[in-house]
């Protein structure tokens, strides 16, 4: 019998240490107007986010209704993948669906799954892809160490971040979508004939605390990101592997109560980390779609819907400084090839580029454009290739090309289809990429 014990005493133990191995303790508090780090354990340490995922699928979610892709009353039918997916959820059956709003405030209070998993499909298709559109966002935003491969945050070993990119995901949340931040703040939501309650605990009773997020499995232990107003003062705060909600909770109270006097003053939050042009970044999986960054570049408003540049000029260039001109659409125009590939490429490398001998797929004499920058020649064709095959149309008859540039000793292969024999036609194919929310770089003839 006691050898009973010990077996079973020695599985609970391992048993234990396996789900949370990963669960390592750490918290931030941020200040949001200065961008300084007032207090931290551990803001780098490798955590699962659970729950906290679905800051980011919402984000995205923001992002789409800005660019109009989506509005709050948009359909989202649930498939039978997205149905499956395990509590807590909505439960809708397969064939039924939801609003856009419906869906946010189902994963803001419930964090329904369900909804997560159906947000995705809605506007990448499959969850993988939007995984994947997840982790460019982040890398845009400042978040280097994150990475999705769901929607939800329900357990893989895969899907990690920091409580310094969290904090970094707070600040966006507030910064680019002050208006719809505020359904953090949600308690309950009337669904279909039943109320659904929230259950960010310490939100409810804790003076200027208006979101936002919760999180738990097994692996990442109990989570927790608090957005927090005191006066002008607005601080961010992260909890990563709590050993409990009420713990967690207290921790959170106490890390924003001794540092919060601390924060700064002020009426505009730290800019953004996203850089003022495109970028897009390829993960080593390299086999989906990448997303684009929708910021407006320096020196333009952000409109959604706005319409595309009748003239399209080239701007002249210093060799030192790539020189920002008109986008088309969401996509750069101007300062010739290598200065338009400068920016998509600024995330992964840094400045001065020295070009290696491209792939010879192009033909001189005619346009170009470009939509990625990916860590190997390998990703670049993989992506180009499966973009043309989604796209087809305007792309179908066109080359794929790849062009290596290296950076501070950083190689990055720009992703281009060439033999657009106008620039009406390289246009032509920016529009269809810019609407199934693709970078587009418009760059002239070579001559």
């Known amino acids: ?63 789409a209704i800005r660019r109009g892709t989506l509005s709050w009353d948009s359909p989202v039918p649930f498939s039978k993948y997205a149905s499956s997916r395990p509590p807590t959820k909505l439960r809708l059956k397969p064939g039924e669906q939801i609003t856009v709003r419906e869906a946010v405030l189902g994963m803001v209070t419930l964090s329904a799954n369900d909804a ?28 280097p160490n994150t990475t999705f491969v769901n929607a939800s945050g329900l357990p893989d ?41 929230g259950h960010n605990n310490l939100m409810y009773r804790f003076k200027g605390m208006d979101g936002i997020k919760t999180g738990y499995t097994d692996a990442s232990g109990y989570n927790l990101v608090s957005a927090v107003a005191d006066g002008k003062r607005r601080v961010i705060g992260v909890i990563m592997g709590g050993r409990s909600g009420a713990s967690r909770d207290n921790l959170m109270a106490q890390l924003i109560t001794r540092n919060i006097g601390k924060a700064s003053d002020g009426n505009s939050l730290i800019a ?20 684009t960054d929708r910021s407006e570049p320096l020196g333009r408003s952000s409109a959604p819907g706005a319409k595309v540049p009748g003239q399209v000029d080239t701007a002249s260039a210093s060799p ?44 001189d004499g ?8 990916a860590a190997s020649a390998e990703e670049a064709m993989s992506l ?4 043309r095959d989604k796209i087809g149309g305007p792309l179908a008859d066109r080359d794929i090309y790849t062009e290596a540039v290296t950076r501070n000793g ?38």
């Open 1 to 63: 019998m006691s050898r009973i014990l010990i077996a079973l005493a020695l599985f609970v133990t391992i048993s234990m240490t396996a789900n949370s191995a990963f669960a390592g303790s750490a918290q931030l508090l941020l200040d949001a107007r200065s961008g300084r780090v007032i207090a931290s354990e551990n803001p780098d340490a490798p955590n699962h986010p659970a729950s906290l995922t679905k800051m980011m699928t919402i984000y995205m979610t923001f992002d």
């Open 116 to 143: 997560a998993a159906a947000i995705a499909e809605k506007i990448g298709g499959t969850e993988q892809n939007f995984a994947a559109m997840m982790t460019a966002k982040a890398r845009q935003l400042g978040m």
């Open 157 to 197: 070993d895969r899907q990690i971040t920091t409580a310094r990119d969290m904090s970094t995901l707070g600040v966006a949340l507030l910064r680019d979508f002050p208006r719809d931040y505020q359904l953090f703040s949600t308690r309950s939501f009337a669904f279909r004939g039943r109320t659904i309650n």
């Open 272 to 291: 953004s980390a996203a850089p003022t042009a495109p970028i897009v970044v390829a993960e080593t999986t390299g086999s989906i779609p990448l997303p």
């Open 320 to 363: 030192d400084v790539p020189v920002l001109g008109a986008r088309f659409g969401n996509a750069y125009a101007g300062g010739g090839a290598n200065n338009a590939a400068a920016a998509t490429e600024a995330l992964i490398a840094g400045a001065h580029p020295r070009p290696l001998k491209p792939i010879p797929l192009h033909r």
């Open 366 to 373: 005619t346009w170009q454009i470009q939509i990625a920058a």
């Open 384 to 387: 180009l290739q499966m973009v």
């Open 410 to 447: 950083s190689t990055v292969y720009r992703a281009r289809f060439t033999g657009f024999p106008s620039k009406d036609d390289a246009q032509n194919a920016c529009e269809r990429l810019v609407k199934s929310s693709y970078d587009c770089v418009l760059m002239p003839a070579r001559s």
